[in-house]
């Protein structure tokens, strides 16, 4: 048996085939975990839980029938999950981050976005949209009015992929170290970057704090974590 990692599946109508995947995926791959986790933007796009579609409910029947113990984090693209799709999937909404017992070693989790702090202007709209007050007004929006707002949020993001340098779209190195130490852990693992790759992190001194998996986007592969008793992968798919 083992525990089960993804992150940034992006998962939208306009994309079946990253759907047929992740769909295999669960039968074939996830319904053999002990554990299984998802560490946001599992969505392209979540407008709430109120928001019906025969997509949700394919994508929501789906993760029901796990058995798992299974558990989801909010990224920055469905950060308006909630206790009602939690209820219908049987998933445990994680803090991000989150550190766990993982067969006795502890791991930390994350979506990821956290981490970049070198690129102020997201962070200024990661603080919106992670505030609670600014979701109860965005809930409050009639799903059209939530839908208007997603493009036009997608759009801004788009530019500004266009137009900030790659590294400064990346974590930056101390956020890293600091997360570490302050949770004490040996092995770290998050998305978001879409940069999937097993880096070793050392302290100021170059002490070996541990290593860090950053999970890739699913795009032509899909990537996952499998955590046994004995050792950890990163793995792909072709999609």
């Known amino acids: 048996m083992s525990h089960i990692f993804i992150s940034d599946l992006h998962l939208e109508e306009g994309r079946p085939d990253i759907t047929d995947a992740f769909l295999h995926f669960l039968q074939n791959t996830a319904a053999q975990a002990e554990q299984f986790y998802i560490l946001g933007d599992f969505f392209e796009v979540w407008l709430g839980d109120d928001h019906k579609s025969s997509f949700n409910d394919t994508i929501i029947n789906a993760l029901a029938a796990l058995t798992m113990p299974r558990f989801i984090m909010h990224g920055n693209r469905d950060f308006l999950i909630g206790s009602h799709f939690c209820k219908q999937t049987g998933f445990t909404l994680l803090e991000d981050p989150s550190s766990l017992q993982i067969y006795d070693q502890p791991v930390l989790l994350m979506h990821g976005d956290c981490l970049c702090t070198e690129d102020q202007e997201y962070m200024k709209v990661r603080r919106t949209a992670r ?6 007004q965005l809930l409050a929006k009639s799903i059209e009015e939530r839908a208007a707002f997603a493009s036009h949020a997608r759009g801004q993001s788009r530019q500004h992929t266009r137009e900030t340098a790659m590294d ?33 992190v050392s302290d100021d001194a170059g002490t070996l704090l541990g290593q860090r998996v950053v999970l890739g986007d699913w795009d032509k592969q899909g990537w996952y974590v499998e955590i046994n008793e004995h050792e950890f992968e990163l793995k792909a798919f072709d999609i």
């Open 168 to 200: 400064i779209m990346d974590v930056t190195p101390s956020a890293v170290t600091r997360h570490m130490q302050s949770h004490d852990v040996s092995l770290f693992i998050h998305g978001h970057t879409h940069r999937p790759a097993i880096h070793e």
């Open 131 to 136: 505030d609670p007050d600014f979701q109860r």
